[in-house]
């Protein structure tokens, strides 16, 4: 079965701006969380989606905001883009989230660049 | 709170060589343990993983044992390949962390033929 797709892979945005990200989880599963990966700051955890909810948020400002829809396809957005949000996004789906017995599956990331 | 401390790379060995990557973590109760492993160019998967004291994770020639009393997960390879060069993540779930899985930074590894 089709694995996780992100889009776009690649985009170039300038500082205030803002951007939207798109996840289309492995059928059947319903939560979605989304990652920020960088060089220097590694692997942060932004937000989990379950059904439509938000379940989780990591530390990241309100500039950070996401969605779940019913077919429990995702977005990210991220308003008034700044230097430093540039970094690999990605997002991981599973059954009902990390954990025990519960392998999460990632996409291969939508890198954002910001000028 | 809980946490995730890899041995700092990038770790660059010769091809058939002896791996092992460090892993410790902190955390209350009894967590999960995770490695994931993130080729060049692609998303993370899942290489191996344990959710128990004394198990022992399995796949494609990695080993990881889940020790409580040193509190570690180390990532091991009796021989590497050119093609193990990637990224390994450690990370753990704990349930009483609603939900989150917490990543260690990452270990860069170069495997040279």
């Known amino acids: 079965k089709a694995g996780v797709t992100q889009t776009p892979r690649y985009l170039i945005k300038t500082r205030g701006q803002q951007v939207t990200l798109s996840c289309s989880p492995i059928?059947?599963?319903?939560?979605v969380s989304w990652y920020q990966q960088t060089p220097g700051q590694g692997l942060q955890f932004l937000f989990e989606y379950f059904s439509e909810t938000q379940r989780n948020k990591g530390n990241f400002p309100g500039r950070f905001s996401g969605r779940q829809f019913s077919n429990s396809r995702s977005e990210m957005n991220v308003s008034t883009l700044e230097l430093g949000d540039s970094a690999l996004y990605l997002c991981?789906?599973?059954?009902?989230?990390?954990?025990?017995?519960?392998?999460?599956?990632f996409g291969e990331g939508s890198w954002l660049t910001v000028v | 709170g809980n946490s995730v401390t890899q041995m700092e790379g990038p770790v660059t060995l010769s091809e058939e060589a002896f791996l092992t990557i460090n892993c410790t973590y902190t955390a209350t109760g009894y967590p999960s343990l995770f490695w994931y492993v993130q080729y060049p160019g692609e998303g993370l998967q899942l290489l191996l993983k344990a959710t128990k004291a004394d198990d022992k994770g399995s796949n494609k020639g990695f080993e990881a044992t889940y020790r409580k009393e040193t509190t570690s997960f180390h990532l091991e390879k009796g021989s590497v390949q050119v093609s193990d060069s990637a990224v390994y993540f450690c990370a753990l779930y704990n349930a009483g962390n609603n939900r989150k899985l917490i990543w260690g930074l990452g270990t860069s590894l170069a495997v040279n033929p």
């Open positions: 991981a789906s599973s059954p009902s989230g990390g954990g025990t017995g519960n392998t999460i599956y």
């Open positions: 059928s059947g599963h319903r939560s």
